[in-house]
């Protein structure tokens, strides 16, 4: 806190009650520092990873017209037939409802929409993006039956991709890095025994 020189007692920072005009700013909390109280507690990475989700989903575009279910059924089946084979069959089936319609006049749903946009980035990443060109399909021009049956052809095509399929399959990072024999115990490297000449 700010001292008074005159009376040398603590004074309020600015913003805070009884501060006087030109008071110091109160100073930048430290990591670990305790937040102020009243403030919102810092989000945790599942909060995080939701308003992802939210804001991929707020992106869905509004239909030029109204997409027919059947179209969207469709493209829902190929979707799970397309993941199931990029998975290697490890991931669960999506599930949407569309209840009795058979007219869809909103954007496409939430449970099917983010998924589309997550394997539509995931194709730009694998393998420095080389299947993005040939199979990209853009879930934001997705707004007419003609978006949804595009993007459906393009799930048919890089399903049947083996070397798509591989690269999705194969472990992050690439190959596993060779390790050599462990070095016996107490026997120096080569520069070890350079500098322990050098220290004799």
Known sequence: MPIDPATGQSLPYAGEP?????????????????PPEGAPPAPTPEDEAMSRVTE??????EP??????????????????TVDKLSGGDLPELEVDFGEEKKWDQP??????????ALSEALKMVEGGKF?????????GMDSDVGVRKATAQLVRLSKDKKLVEAMQAPMGGEEPEVGPAPEMG?????????AAGLA
């Open 132 to 140: 993005a060109d040939k199979y990209d399909f853009d879930p934001l």
């Open 18 to 34: 009884g501060a006087a005009p030109g008071a110091p700013p109160m100073p930048p909390a430290g990591p670990g520092a305790a």
């Open 56 to 61: 991929m989903a707020s992106q869905a575009p």
């Open 187 to 195: 026997a120096m490297s080569p520069e070890d025994e350079e500098l």
């Open 108 to 117: 496409i749903p939430a449970d099917l929409f983010v998924p589309l946009v």
């Open 64 to 81: 030029s017209k109204p997409y027919t279910v059947k179209a969207l059924e469709t493209l829902l089946k190929q979707f799970n037939e």
